[in-house]
Nanobody, 124 residues
Framework: QVELVESGGGLVQAGGSLRLSCAAS????????MTWNRQAPGKQRELVAT???????SYPDFVKGRFTISRDNAKNTVYLQMNSLKPEDTAVYYC??????????????????WGPGTQVTVSS
C-alpha cells in the first residue's frame, strides 16, 4: 500500500500564501501522475493542479499563475505552493498520486492513493 499524508493547511488572510505538502510512504517505485484537488462545502471536488512523470504541469484557469505544483523525488513528496490566495480558495485540499509500487523481487503493481486532506481557510 502507498499512504499519503497532506500537511501545511491553515488559516491565512486574502493575498497570503501557503505551501501544502503531500508525503508518500510505502513500497513506491515510481510516481506517474500527481494531482492536487479541493472540495469546498456543498461543492464537488475539483482539480487544481497536475504533474506528470516527465515534469509537465497543468492548471485550471482559476488558479493558473497563483498555484504551483512541484515534487521532491528523494523525499517522495509533492508540494502545492499557493500564492495570492482568495476567500474562494477555501476548501479541503487533497493529494492524489497514481504510480507503480513494488520491486523487481516482489513484482510491480499500479496504485492510486488519496490523502485524508488538509483544510485551507482564506479570510477576507
Amino acid at each position: 500500500q502507498v499512504e499519503l499524508v497532506e500537511s501545511g493547511g491553515g488559516l491565512v488572510q486574502a493575498g497570503g500564501s501557503l505551501r501544502l505538502s503531500c508525503a508518500a510512504s510505502g513500497d513506491i517505485f515510481r510516481f506517474e501522475v500527481m494531482t492536487w484537488n479541493r472540495q469546498a462545502p456543498g461543492k464537488q471536488r475539483e482539480l487544481v493542479a497536475t504533474m506528470t512523470s516527465d515534469g509537465a504541469t497543468s492548471y485550471p484557469d482559476f488558479v493558473k499563475g497563483r498555484f504551483t505544483i512541484s515534487r521532491d523525488n528523494a523525499k517522495n513528496t509533492v508540494y502545492l505552493q499557493m500564492n495570492s490566495l482568495k476567500p474562494e480558495d477555501t476548501a479541503v485540499y487533497y493529494c492524489n498520486i497514481e504510480g507503480i509500487r513494488g520491486s523487481w523481487s516482489r513484482g510491480y503493481h499500479r496504485f492510486t492513493s488519496w490523502g485524508p486532506g488538509t483544510q485551507v481557510t482564506v479570510s477576507s
